[in-house]
C-alpha cells in the first residue's frame, strides 16, 4: 500500500450499535472480522461468525496425527505482492515467536530460505526434464500477446481450448501453467488473461517455481490458527455446526436490506432478526464443499449432491439479478472436480525416494522439492510436491509428509488400470512410484512405511468455469445497504480467484465499503504496467525462430532508448 494512504480512519458514527454476522469461516471472513476491528472500530463481541463444520479455514485446512496420517486437501502458492495479504498479517502476532507477526517470520524464512525447483518436471519413469524455456513456437508468442492486450469484455465466456492453438497444449508453458494453477481447457480464458496480467513478473520463474514464497507450517498452522487464536482473544464468536438455510432480503427500487438470517443449528431452526445498521457477510459458493476423504485402503466416495453453501447462494441469487449465478459454477462437477492426496511416510525410504528427484535434503524448516514435481507423461497428469519440513508441529522427525495431486481423476492409470476416482491411497501411491521408476517387486517396503489418504473434491475449480460480467455478483452489489459477498465467487476487477489473496481483498473491500470508510483498499501490485517485467516476460517467451513481440521489443522499443536515460530498463 502507499504509505501516504496507510491512515487510520475516523470512528464511524454509531459503530458500537451494529452487529456483523458472517456466514462460513474462511480465510475471507477471518480477515473480514480483523478489519472490522482494525479499521472499522468494532468491539469483538459485536462479530459473530456461523460455520457449518467444526473447524475455521474452509480450504486452509491441514489436520492429523503420524498414527492415522496426517491431510491436507490442498496448497496455496504465495508471493511477495500479495499486498492485501500481508497487509492483514502484518499486525497479526505470531504464535511462536513474541512481539512477532506473522508477516516477520513468514518474510524471515523466505528470505533465508528462498524458492527454487531444481526438478519440475519428469517423464519416462523417472527422466528428468532440463530444458528451463517454455518451448513455444511463434503462433503461441502471438496469441498470447493479442491475449494479453485484449479486453476481457471482448472475451465472453470463451474457454482456453476456444482460444488457442492446439500446439500450444503441447508446449512446457501450458503444462507449467496448468500443474501450477489447476487450469484446464475447457476453463475460462479471460481467468486466464487475468492470470497473466497479474503476475506477469512471475513469468520468468515458472520453470523453476522462483518467486514464490511458502509457509513454514501447513497452511492451517501457519495462516489460520494465529489469525483465529487473535480473534478470539478480542471477542470474536465462533458458532460451528450451524447451516446458514436462508437470508430474508427486502428490495425496495435501489435499496436491497437483510432483515433476518435463517439458521439449522444442531437440527433446530432458528432466525435472527436484522436491520440496516447490522452488516452480512456471505462467502458464496465453496471450492471445498462436498469433499470426502479416503484411506489407504478405500477410495474416497464422490459426493455430488449440491451442498448447503450452493444451496444457500442460490435463493440469495434468487431474489435479485445483481447476486449473482451461482449455477454458472457449480453445475458440471466432471468438469470442476479433481483428487488430492496426502502421504505419510515414516521412516527412510520414501525420503531418499523423494530427495533424489528433488535434488534436495530435507533439512528441519527448509524447503524440500522448492515446488511441484509434475509426472509429464502420467494420464492422471500427477504432481507432487514436498514442502518444508515438518509440516505439522505433531509431525515426528523420522517423518516425511508430502502432498500430491492429479487433474484427470476419471481416466485409468499407467499402471493401476483404474480411474483415479476409484482408486485407494495404495493404488495412488503405486501408480506415484511407478513413474519414480521404481518396480512392482519393491513397491511393498514404500507402501509398508507410508499412509496415504485421498481428498476428493467436487468443486475445487468450479471459480474457473467461462463466465461473463454479472454471474459473480460484486462485494457490495449495486444498492446494498448491509450484505456483502467476500470469497472467490465474488467480482474483483483485475484480481485472480484461487488465491488467498483475492478472498483477503474482497474481506478489506467489504468492510471499507459498508462502513464508508476513507481508507482506500491496497492497490492491485501492477506489473502488467511495468516495462521491466514485460521486457523480462517477453524474453522468456521468446521461440527459437523469433516472435513478433520481440522482435517489436527489440528493434523499435530498444532503438527509441537507446542512448537514454532509460536504455538501461531492457
Known amino acids: 500500500m502507499n504509505n501516504y494512504r496507510r491512515v487510520h480512519p475516523r470512528k464511524p458514527e454509531g459503530i458500537e450499535n451494529k452487529r456483523a454476522f458472517l456466514i462460513g469461516s474462511g480465510i475471507a471472513s477471518l480477515a473480514a472480522a480483523e478489519y472490522l476491528m482494525r479499521d472499522g472500530y468494532m468491539q469483538g463481541f459485536q462479530i459473530t461468525v456461523f460455520e457449518q463444520g467444526g473447524v475455521s479455514g474452509g480450504a486452509m485446512d491441514g489436520a492429523g496425527n503420524p498414527e492415522e496420517g496426517f491431510v491436507a486437501r490442498g496448497g496455496r ?56 524455456d517454455l518451448g513455444l513456437h511463434e503462433k503461441n508468442t502471438r496469441e498470447l ?46 481467468e486466464m488473461k487475468r492470470y497473466m496480467q497479474r503476475f506477469i513478473h512471475l513469468l520468468p520463474g515458472m520453470s523453476t517455481m522462483r518467486g514464490l514464497v511458502f509457509t513454514k507450517y501447513n497452511q492451517y498452522d501457519s495462516l489460520i490458527l494465529p489469525l483465529k487464536k487473535h480473534l478470539e482473544s478480542k471477542g470474536v464468536r ?33 432466525t435472527i432478526s436484522t436491520t440496516a445498521d447490522d452488516l452480512v457477510f456471505f462467502t458464496n459458493g465453496s471450492m471445498t464443499e462436498n469433499s470426502s ?27 435479485d439479478p445483481a447476486f449473482g449465478k451461482p449455477e454458472v459454477f457449480c453445475s458440471d462437477i466432471d468438469k470442476t472436480k479433481w ?53 505439522f508441529k505433531n509431525q515426528p522427525e523420522d517423518t516425511t509428509v508430502a502432498w500430491a495431486y492429479a487433474l484427470f481423476p476419471d481416466k485409468t492409470g499407467d499402471f ?24 512392482e517387486d519393491e513397491m511393498q517396503s514404500y507402501l509398508d512405511e507410508c499412509i496415504v489418504i485421498p481428498a476428493m473434491m467436487p468443486y475445487i475449480t468450479s471459480q474457473f468455469m467461462p463466465r461473463i460480467k454479472g454471474d459473480r455478483p460484486d462485494v457490495l452489489p449495486e444498492g446494498s445497504k448491509n450484505l456483502a459477498f467476500l470469497g472467490q465467487f465474488c467480482e474483483i476487477e483485475n484480481d485472480c480467484v484461487f488465491t488467498v489473496e483475492y478472498s483477503v481483498r474482497s474481506a478489506i473491500m467489504a468492510v471499507y465499503g459498508l462502513l464508508n470508510l476513507e481508507k482506500p483498499v491496497p492497490e492491485i501490485y501492477p506489473s502488467r504496467f511495468d516495462i521491466r517485467a514485460l521486457a523480462a516476460a517477453v524474453k522468456t517467451m521468446k521461440s527459437e525462430d523469433e516472435g513478433i513481440v520481440t522482435r517489436i521489443l527489440e528493434n523499435v522499443v530498444k532503438k527509441k532508448l537507446a542512448h537514454t536515460a532509460y536504455e538501461g530498463l531492457l
Not at 165 to 172: A, G, K
Not at 240 to 248: A, I, P, S
Not at 378 to 391: A, E, H, I, Y
Open 77 to 132: 502458492e504465495m508471493e511477495a505482492h500479495y499486498e492485501c495479504l500481508w497487509d492483514l498479517y502484518g499486525q497479526i502476532p505470531s504464535i511462536e515467536e513474541g512481539g512477532r507477526t506473522v508477516l516477520d517470520e513468514f518474510r524471515e524464512l523466505n528470505e533465508i530460505d528462498p524458492n527454487f525447483s531444481k526438478v519440475r518436471i519428469i517423464s519416462n519413469r523417472g527422466e528428468k526434464h532440463r530444458r528451463t
Open 145 to 190: 500477446a493479442k491475449l494479453l492486450l485484449a479486453k476481457e469484455e471482448d472475451l465472453g465466456n470463451q474457454t482456453v481450448e476456444e482460444y488457442f492453438d492446439p500446439s500450444f497444449f503441447e508446449t512446457d508453458m501450458w503444462l507449467y501453467w496448468r500443474s501450477m494453477f489447476a487450469f484446464e481447457p475447457w476453463h475460462s480464458l479471460a
Open 238 to 270: 465462533f458458532v460451528f455446526n450451524t447451516t446458514v438455510t436462508d437470508l430474508d432480503i427486502e428490495i425496495d427500487k435501489d435499496r436491497k436490506t437483510v432483515t433476518a438470517i435463517h439458521l439449522n443449528q444442531n437440527g433446530e431452526q432458528n
Open 293 to 319: 476423504l479416503g484411506t489407504t485402503e478405500h477410495a474416497p466416495v464422490l459426493d455430488a449432491s449440491e451442498g448447503a453453501v450452493w444451496q444457500l447462494w442460490k435463493k440469495v441469487a434468487a431474489k
Open 339 to 391: 483428487e488430492s492426496f496426502t502421504i505419510t511416510a515414516k521412516g527412510s525410504r520414501m525420503r531418499r525416494l523423494l530427495e533424489r528427484f528433488a535434488e534436495r535434503k530435507f533439512l528441519p524448516h527448509r524447503t524440500a522439492t522448492g515446488g511441484i514435481i509434475t509426472v509429464k507423461d502420467s494420464n492422471w497428469l500427477l504432481s507432487v510436491t514436498v514442502n518444508r519440513q515438518p509440516q
Open 416 to 439: 493401476i488400470h483404474k480411474k483415479m476416482s476409484e482408486c485407494s491411497g495404495k493404488e495412488l501411491l503405486q501408480e506415484l512410484l511407478y513413474h519414480f521408476g521404481i518396480g
